[in-house]
């Protein structure tokens, strides 16, 4: 699996878009990019996952640089609910989990 | 929406006792996996598990350390002799039928060694 670089931590105002980062410059061709997050200590819950093209779904939106160097997940209206560490894995199968980001919706 | 299920939510056991935890993964899923989470720590993948035997585990996973899928519904995580360094949140979480599929994650279930 690829290295992974993330913030330690993020705020963001509730209702503004949240924008997170994620540097994976040593992905190969065949790992995706995936995002969970995780809710104090509940189980890891699936955010979104992309290989090339950006990617929308009823969560979020992943944006993924040509290069695949690097990508953003953008929480389009965060909410308090969206308090949370996130993750952001580049794999190909196996889901090898960092340090995330904190992100922290303050109102 | 079909979901990962865990049991017990909170085992709490003395060092030295034999402990199961259980999964109830998402039906039609053939892909299984058990990570833990030490209290402040991050996520740490244990073993995979595909037709009935381990594909892949970490060093973590040790001899006290063993998988079953008893039936064709549960998926099970011993651990033969705690230690106090076992307490942490156990996650289950399967896959469909790739491996390279999504991983979806049970609630977890928080084990205390005293």
């Known amino acids: 699996d690829a290295k992974t670089t993330q913030p330690p931590s993020m705020d963001c105002a509730e209702g503004r878009a949240a924008n997170l980062p994620c540097n994976h410059s040593?992905?190969?061709?065949?790992?995706?990019v995936y995002w969970y997050r995780q809710i104090h200590s509940q189980g890891p819950q699936y955010i979104i996952h992309g290989l090339k093209n950006n990617e929308t779904n009823e969560m979020a939106s992943l944006i993924i640089t040509e290069d695949r160097k690097s990508s953003t997940l953008i929480l389009p209206h965060a909410t308090l609910r969206d308090t949370a560490v996130y993750y952001c894995?580049?794999?190909?199968?196996?889901?090898?989990f960092g340090a995330g980001t904190r992100l922290t919706v303050k109102p | 929406e079909p979901e990962v299920t865990q049991t017990p939510s909170h085992q709490v056991t003395q060092m030295g006792q034999e402990v199961i935890l259980r999964c109830v993964p998402i039906?039609?899923?053939?892909?299984f996996y058990w990570y833990r989470q030490i209290l402040g720590q991050k996520v740490e993948f244990l073993v995979s598990?595909?037709?009935?035997?381990?594909?892949?585990k970490s060093e973590i996973f040790d001899d006290q350390f063993s998988v079953e899928r008893p039936d064709g519904s549960n998926f099970t995580l011993k651990i033969r002799s705690t230690k106090l360094e076992d307490s942490a949140m156990y996650f289950c979480?399967?896959?469909?039928?790739?491996?390279?599929?999504?991983?979806?994650f049970g609630p977890g279930t928080r084990l205390t060694v005293l």
């Open positions: 598990f595909y037709n009935n035997e381990i594909s892949e």
């Open positions: 894995i580049a794999t190909y199968n196996d889901m090898r």
């Open positions: 039906s039609n899923h053939l892909y």
């Open positions: 979480a399967s896959t469909g039928t790739g491996s390279t599929d999504t991983q979806y």
């Open positions: 040593t992905i190969s061709g065949n790992e995706y």
